[in-house]
């Protein structure tokens, strides 16, 4: 990959040696599976977005946007907005179900925030497909190195990491899309680092807060952009000052330095797509539960369930939580009802969270017991495993050990997109979308990618494409 900064001897701020490394890459620096991966996470992430659309979250995140005659598209609405509030909305859609890709070495969700950013921006300005792809790698970049570096499991119980890192990923990504020079792109960052937020009390009151963070993360790295455009001045030092980032959130100490893409790695390869829509901290744990529920004929013998997991997951807000559940992000958080679910039904899917009733699943959440295992411990972040073990009253012993999660495969994330797409959107549009993103070093206007994400109009264009229509005339 062999990035390159302008050289520099001086002393200089990590952001401002980051946002050096960030304007020096190019398509031809990004290995062939990071830019597959990056492609497969947008369609991923358009999916998500799709499926959530109707969800109580989506429409009241719909509703704030301002109603304008032209801007940014909304996916799956007919709705135009600003850039900053088209940001917001679709990072709340893609975060409705839970399902979004997951960074597990900083324990975020880059993509939620670093794609409505993106999508949104290149609506408001014409970019190619080769600066989208950059500008995504650098963010999840930027989100996995600042969060390995800045992410603990203590603050990880008071702060969501998504709302920490996802403005400084945002940010970075839509500098790097609009080309913004080099002080402006600091700015931005820095401005960005200064919202960095989102609390974790929603675990314990069941709270819908969790699936507005990416939406405020995004809106606020394009407001920092913006901000950063018309002329504004952020700190310099906004990571390792005294006043920054690291010592503001206060477990470790700043790095001198925090590299990108060090030694020709690049973090989008650490990224997964989820295959339940769940907590990450749950997906393991439900792979495991449905192998044994394949051995499993009649569900009313399970008499003890031990689920062995690494210490992270266990003590992550909302994961260790047997219930009641009030709401369906309590059920989707829990390690106790995925697993139940997974056994009951063999499967766990976004219905299953739509009765949080079932006696034959909550019978099984209260009876589940985690325990902390240390080889999966010692493993994580690098591997996530799991172990579901039950005793039945025959006296029959079944378990599986999984040292990893199973991500979603390309076949999975295409089906699912395409199935999502085709109810909102229709056949023609969901290939033509598809088809795009496959070949997106190819197209010269990116922006087209979110405008084709709308309902056709009576007369076959959306109002998103008719206001770029009218803009180019």
């Not at 050096?20 to 599976?33: F, N």
């Not at 690098?382 to 040292?403: D, H, Y």
């Amino acid at each position: 990959m062999a990035i390159t900064a302008h050289p520099d001897h001086r002393q200089v701020s990590i952001a401002r040696a980051m946002v050096r490394t960030a304007r020096a890459v190019e398509l031809s620096h990004l290995s062939a599976p990071a830019q597959a991966k990056l492609k497969m996470c947008l369609l991923d992430f358009l999916s998500c977005a799709f499926e959530a659309r109707d969800l109580p979250t989506s429409r009241q995140a719909i509703a704030v946007a301002a109603k304008l005659t032209s801007g940014s598209a909304i996916v799956g609405s007919d709705a135009v907005t600003s850039a900053a509030d088209a940001g917001f909305v679709n990072a709340t859609l893609g975060h409705g179900l839970v399902r979004e890709d997951m960074h597990a070495g900083s324990i975020g969700h880059h993509g939620v925030v670093i794609w409505p950013v993106l999508l949104a921006l290149a609506q408001r300005t014409p970019v190619s497909g080769v600066r989208l792809l950059c500008a995504a790698a650098v963010g999840y970049e930027v989100g996995g190195r600042v969060g390995r570096t800045l992410m603990t499991a203590g603050l990880a119980q008071l702060f969501r990491p998504t709302g920490i890192l996802g403005p400084l990923a945002g940010a970075m990504a839509g500098s790097v899309l609009l080309g913004l020079d080099e002080d402006a792109s600091v700015s931005a960052l820095a401005l960005a680092a200064n919202t960095s937020s989102g609390l974790n009390q929603w675990p314990h009151e069941g709270g819908s807060d969790m699936y507005f963070h990416p939406g405020f993360a995004a809106r606020s790295a394009i407001t920092a952009i913006e901000l950063a455009e018309a002329g504004a001045y952020g700190s310099e030092h906004i990571i390792e000052g005294p006043g920054g980032l690291f010592a503001a959130f206060g477990r470790v100490r700043s790095p001198d330095a925090i590299a990108l893409f060090p030694d020709d790695s690049e973090e989008i390869l650490a990224v997964y797509n989820k295959p339940v829509p769940a907590c990450n901290f749950a997906q393991t744990a439900c792979q495991a539960a449905i192998r044994v529920a394949q051995e499993i004929d009649n569900v009313g013998a399970i008499d003890a369930i031990t689920v062995h997991l690494p210490d992270a997951a266990i003590d992550y807000p909302g994961c260790d939580f047997p219930g009641p559940y009030r709401h369906a992000l309590q059920a989707k958080m829990s390690i106790q009802y995925g697993v139940a679910a997974a056994l009951v039904r063999k499967s766990v899917a976004e219905h299953d969270y739509r009765r949080l009733d079932d006696p034959a699943i909550l019978r099984l959440a209260i009876l589940m017991r985690l325990k902390r295992d240390s080889e999966f411990t010692a493993a994580f972040p690098g591997a996530q495993g799991a172990e579901v073990e039950v005793s039945l009253s025959t006296g029959a012993r079944i378990s599986r050990r999984i040292a990893d999660v199973v991500a979603a495969t390309e076949s999975e994330i295409r089906a699912r997109f395409r199935d999502a797409a085709n109810e909102v959107i229709g056949m023609e549009r969901t290939d033509a979308v598809e088809e795009m993103i496959d070949g997106l070093e190819r197209f010269n206007h990116a922006g087209r990618i979110a405008e084709l994400c709308t309902p056709a109009g009576r007369k076959g264009k959306s109002r998103a494409v008719a206001s770029r229509a009218r803009t180019e005339r």
